[in-house]
């Protein structure tokens, strides 16, 4: 019998990283893990072969602070993976829609399915989890509550789907990263359309953020993506995450990251990867 690598996610069996990992990563194991720093950690201490991270979503913006999480992680993006999100309404067997007066919810899965929440009048309970939520009301059957959560929540807690599809927008889609220990994983065959991420943090200079973004602009290089935190507490320190089309070698893209180096104090790259076909196909 072969035993297939792990890849970790955060939250609990049939969240919808659970279902990204099926989907997105189908010959390998999806592991939950109840923090995302439990999920880096699987995978640098070698107990998971990858992670699935969520990263944005199309109705909320970003996770949390993930971006300062993968900058920390010691990880390397590997690759990406577009998940449309559908939320379900479940309840336990017997319950009826009418009856229902509370909801069990992760806050960030609440925020997208406002418009069915104040139609149905109920309060939120908040949950560290999608799935966590369904797994709660399992544990502890009650007529007037239901959860919010992915249908295969449903399936697996035992849990009746009392409506579908709650999500305000029909747009709703989750971007994944996957993550590897590997410091230099391979690089994508050459013919494949590219995605580079990075960090850098700018020289404490006037207009140094302005200057260091020049490069793609007068190379022609498309950002995707630019994200700013604080490390350590410093408001005088911020650190940026972006992401460009192309890889580091590309002579434009090479060019850019030679000036964005020129007026930074740190730069790193995280993960050069195949662009998910969604780009193209799903962004319309």
Do not use: W
């Amino acid at each position: 019998m072969t035993t297939r690598a792990k890849i970790a996610f955060q939250g609990e069996l049939g969240a919808n990283s659970h279902e990204a990992c099926l989907v997105g990563r189908p010959d390998f194991e999806p592991t939950p893990y109840p923090t995302f720093e439990d999920a880096f950690e699987a995978v640098k201490s070698g107990g998971c072969a990858l992670a699935m991270i969520p990263v944005d979503n199309s109705i909320a913006g970003r996770v949390a602070d993930v971006h300062h999480l993968l900058a920390s992680s010691g990880l390397r993006i590997v690759g990406e993976y577009f998940k449309p999100i559908h939320f379900q309404l479940m309840a336990n067997p017997g319950t009826r829609l009418e009856d229902v007066r509370s909801v069990i919810s992760m806050p960030f899965a609440a925020g997208q399915c406002r418009r069915v929440l104040r139609q149905l009048g109920v309060s939120v309970e908040p949950a560290g989890d999608t799935a966590l939520s369904a797994k709660m009301l399992a544990a502890k059957p009650d007529p007037s509550r239901a959860a919010i959560a992915p249908a295969l929540a449903a399936e697996l807690y035992g849990l009746h789907i009392l409506k579908r599809d709650i999500e305000d927008e029909a747009h709703n889609t989750t971007r994944f990263v996957v993550m590897t220990a590997d410091r230099d994983p391979p690089r994508p065959p050459a013919d494949t359309p590219c995605v580079t991420s990075f960090t850098f943090r700018v020289r404490n200079i006037s207009a140094a953020l302005y200057k260091a973004l020049g490069g793609f602009a007068t190379n022609s290089v498309n950002m995707t993506k630019l994200e700013s935190y604080m490390e350590n507490g410093a408001f005088t320190a911020t650190f940026f995450y972006a992401e460009v089309d192309g890889r580091p070698e590309d002579p434009p893209l090479a060019r850019a990251l030679e000036e964005l180096a020129f007026f930074s104090d740190h730069v790193e790259v995280l993960g050069v990867f195949p662009a998910d076909p969604f780009r193209e196909d799903g962004c319309g």
